[in-house]
Nanobody, 124 residues
Framework: QVQLVESGGGLVQAGGSLRLSCAASGRSFSSYAMGWFRQAPGKEREFVARISWSGFNTVYNDSVKGRFIISRDNAKNTGYLQMNSLKPEDTAVYYC?????????????????WGQGTQVTVSS
């Protein structure tokens, strides 16, 4: 069992930055790959980024590539999403999640543990 708690969301102007954190408790966080997803009102949950258990391999949605950076610190049981050059279309609730799959998976159904989400609002 892994419990995840996101933090760091808020209101920011377009072009600004935010850093989201995902604090994990329970067992075996470091053995899971981790992902970030987001969900805007009236839309489906969307893949944002994924990082391997080691932190060496990362994958991004094209819409955030070059602006967002996913990372993790297994010693601190924490994952991060650095979001730069934010746009109004990045507005959503952001979720972190873990997956037992060692291959790259980008659909929510392949992730087993989820946080409660943190709101990110980007004003124009």
């Amino acid at each position: 069992q892994v419990q995840l708690v996101e933090s760091g969301g808020g209101l920011v102007q377009a072009g600004g930055s935010l850093r989201l954190s995902c604090a994990a408790s329970g067992r075996s966080f470091s053995s899971y790959a981790m992902g970030w997803f987001r969900q805007a009102p009236g839309k489906e949950r969307e893949f944002v980024a994924r990082i391997s258990w080691s932190g060496f391999n990362t994958v991004y949605n094209d819409s955030v590539k070059g602006r967002f950076i996913i990372s993790r610190d297994n010693a601190k049981n924490t994952g991060y999403l650095q979001m730069n050059s934010l746009k109004p279309e990045d507005t959503a609730v952001y979720y972190c999640a873990t997956t037992p799959h060692s291959t790259v998976v980008v659909t929510p159904d392949r992730y087993n543990y989820w946080g409660q989400g943190t709101q990110v609002t980007v004003s124009s």
